[in-house]
């Protein structure tokens, strides 16, 4: 009783009961679909049209803190964008009064992440 050489087999000829082999044989009769839709561009993002950028550390027990000011977006869109912003910088932070706060000195890399975010004019004092 040794192991059959399953070298001498010969494949199957097809593959086994497949219900679909008669409707390739049709392909080429079936009407083209209908063309891609053409790529739409991107809007430019709107946003603030401007927003001033600065470091504070007094009253903050001498943490260094980045404050996002006069931005004038409504309390639920500075949530949103607080949330951007922490996982772009990859930091805490929190929204004080119209103001988003920001922990340590983001200063330098802050204003890319909020031309991205549409806003015309930053402003780092």
Excluded: I
């Amino acid at each position: 009783m040794g192991k059959r050489d399953k070298k001498d087999e010969a494949p199957p000829a097809g593959p086994f009961n497949n219900p679909f082999a008669a409707l390739s044989a049709q392909r080429e009769a079936l009407p083209a679909g209908p063309p891609p839709p053409p790529p739409r561009e991107k809007p430019e993002p709107k946003g603030p049209a401007r927003a001033v950028v600065r470091m504070e550390r007094k009253g903050r027990g001498g943490k260094e803190v980045t404050v996002v000011e006069q931005l004038g977006l409504p309390a639920a869109q500075l949530d949103t964008w607080l949330k951007a912003l922490k996982g772009g910088l990859g930091c805490g932070g929190v929204v004080e009064e119209d103001a988003l706060v920001l922990q340590g000195d983001q200063r330098e890399r802050l204003p890319a992440l909020l031309e991205a975010r549409g806003v015309l004019k930053v402003t780092v004092g």
